[in-house]
């Protein structure tokens, strides 16, 4: 039988962004019997212990320790343990040795608005591009996605496959309905500037005044003050509510009490919080860009993010319009349904199960 490694070795223990993705598809991969590179034991797999200091927990240094481990140990262990194949749920594989790899990428941000001083843009720039040179075959998260890995570059249609992503039916629901203390519309989300807080805020200051508007994600010193002072600028700081991290299992009751979740992202690989939202019984204004349009259907009010006038607009109609927003939870509910991590992992399989 074909031996599959999937590695593992950036995973943490307390999983958010890419980590999330990978804990939940290699579950289904079991049928095809991997080799898990990981420093966390996982019952029912076989497992090829690798250090705990490859991780984004421990930093750039974490990274770098990856890379470097990446280029020299991983070559040897695929080598030792007669693999066939390497899946690697981020977009990092051998460069020097090269093995035989299908690799996931998640999103090309740092290349649509670069940051000069963040290593990430150099990272994608200059290595991202020789591991998808060398990969036997590309994986990703939407249309949208691999439309960017075409055009940023030149990578054949025929060697990407697009697999939408998922959620967890059992910790994404709708709960029991309790009335809140006061009306909300809800940003999940970070901060960095292309997540489009600012026009957001803009757009809030036309919202009625017994509405607030709460912003759930990590704190991050760079953007949060200005944010802050922009909602005081414009005469509604006080209805401006920064939550920080929300533990996972408080995440469906704030998703559900909202009016709506408004993510208007310039630009997303996937969007977890627009998945997340509909499937918490949330109406969902999001952006008309990107991967969104795919991953809400026709269960959401698109807009054009740099529209501050259509952003407020969608607002508007939600508060005016029990109907429009009672028609988009049971959509959303609807389209939740199609978007679970046992058909991603269902896909991956059938797409690892080609190259082994």
Known sequence: MSKLLINLSFLLKEPTGVSVYAQNVFPYLAPL??????????????????????????GSRGHFNRLVWTETQLPQIYRKLQADLLFSPV??????????????????????????RSPLTYYCRF????????????????????????????????????????HDPSRFFCPDPRESPRPYFLYLGRLDPHKNLARLIQAFAQIPE????????????????????????????????????????????????????????????????????????????TSNCSSLPEVTGEAALLVNPYDVEDIAGAMKRLIEEPGLRSELVQKGLARAKELTWAETGRQTRECLEKWL
């Open 91 to 116: 977009p990092e594989a051998p460069l020097i040795q090269p093995c035989r790899s299908v690799v996931m990428v998640h999103d090309l941000i740092p290349l649509r608005f670069p940051r000069w």
């Open 127 to 166: 290595y991202l591009p020789q591991v998808l040179k060398r990969a036997t075959h590309i994986l990703c998260n939407s249309q949208a996605t691999a439309a960017d890995l075409i055009d940023f570059f030149q990578i054949p249609a025929a060697k990407i496959t697009p697999i939408l992503l998922g």
């Open 210 to 285: 017994e509405y607030e508007l709460w912003c759930a994600g990590p704190p991050d010193p760079r953007y949060r003050p200005g944010l802050t002072a922009l909602g005081e600028s414009l005469g509604f700081g006080a209805r401006l509510r920064w939550l920080d991290y929300v533990p996972p299992e408080d995440l469906p009751l704030l998703l559900h009490r909202a009016t709506a979740l408004v993510f208007p992202s310039l630009w997303e690989g996937f969007g977890f919080p627009a998945l997340e939202a509909m499937a918490c019984g949330t109406a969902v204004i």
């Open 33 to 58: 019997a991997p080799t898990l590179l990981a420093s966390q034991d996982w019952p029912g797999f076989n497992r090829y212990l690798v250090s705990d200091q490859l991780t984004p927990a421990q």
